[in-house]
């Protein structure tokens, strides 16, 4: 009995693993390039619908419309970035040449991170007080509440959460 199991199951794999790559190359004859566009045209879609989702949750008004736009534009991130923002490959560099590029990729996000906070500032002045209610208790929801730590795992890395005893030491 178990050997019949292990044959219809071994054979089930094999026919699996022949007739997927098949049908995976059926249904996307477009290769790499089609799957790029298609993803974004989705990432496109998701922004216009953020956009119109924040127009109705802040009952933006039309003259708050360019500081709203700006708002949005720094927020998306370019897809892949140009070849001349890409980093030059880090094995033939020498430790002084990949600390010095470490370094101008430090500068430039800074500077982005700066960009970034100008029109999130600019934005959030363009508000009316209960707009700004709004929009801080959306930027909170955003973040998990989690402030500063932010992010998947709070800012803890993958080991999870602290455990133990408030103010003890983690067990574990």
């Given at each position: ?77 370019p897809m892949g ?90 067990w574990g």
């Open positions: 009995m178990r050997s019949t199991i292990r044959t219809a199951a071994l054979s089930l794999t094999l026919t699996l693993a022949v007739a997927a790559p098949a049908a995976w190359a059926q249904t996307d004859p477009g290769g790499p390039r089609q799957a790029s566009s298609q993803f974004q045209a989705m990432r496109e879609a998701r922004e216009r619908q953020r956009a119109q989702d924040l127009r109705i949750i802040l009952r933006l008004r039309p003259d708050q419309e360019p500081a709203l736009t700006a708002f949005l534009q720094s927020q998306t991130r970035g140009a070849p001349e923002h890409r980093a030059p490959p880090t094995e033939a560099m020498t430790t002084p040449q990949r600390l010095d590029e470490m370094a101008r990729r430090d500068a430039e996000r800074a500077q982005a991170r700066q960009a970034r906070t100008a029109t999130v500032r600019a934005f959030y002045a363009s508000l009316a007080p209960d707009q700004r209610q709004v929009f801080d208790a959306l930027m909170r929801m955003k973040s998990g509440g989690r402030g500063r730590e932010g992010g998947r795992f709070g800012g803890r890395g993958f080991d999870g959460p602290r455990r133990g005893p408030p103010g003890g030491p983690p």
